[in-house]
Nanobody, 126 residues
Framework: QVQLRESGPGLTLPSQTLVLTCTVS??????????WTWLRQAPGSGLEWIGT?????????ATSLKFRGRTSISRDTSKNQFTLHLSSVTPGDTAFYYC????????????????WGQGTQVTVSS
């Protein structure tokens, strides 16, 4: 079973760039037709898709106003990792962040993804 693990700072200052890395084990991020995704869940809210990188390196991002122009996902195939960069963070970006993988992407629904990390709490505060 593919395993994912998020890593990154638990606390980020407003206006800074949040950087979270997902390390994948027991599976490769270059496996054909698989997608690797970042989602988040803020207190009292549902799951929210942020963006995805495909097995071939193509990227897809949520186009809602809250994310537009702030999101970037990259990967390091030698380390089997993919990384989220979310710039100009505000306290509104405080949430539990998850990485996930599977044959689907773009959904806010958890059942669309096959593999999940345990998640990491990110707080944006000065």
């Amino acid at each position: 079973q593919v395993q994912l693990r998020e890593s990154g700072p638990g606390l980020t200052l407003p206006s800074q760039t949040l950087v979270l890395t997902c390390t994948v084990s027991l599976g490769s991020i270059t496996t054909n037709a698989y997608y690797w995704t970042w989602l988040r869940q803020a207190p009292g809210s549902g799951l929210e898709w942020i963006g995805t990188i495909s097995s071939s390196g193509d990227t897809y991002y949520a186009t809602s106003l809250k994310f537009r122009g702030r999101t970037s996902i990259s990967r390091d195939t030698s380390k089997n990792q993919f990384t989220l960069h979310l710039s100009s963070v505000t306290p509104g970006d405080t949430a539990f962040y998850y990485c996930a993988g599977g044959r689907d992407y773009g959904s806010d629904w958890s059942y669309n993804y096959d593999f999940w990390g345990q998640g990491t709490q990110v707080t944006v505060s000065s």
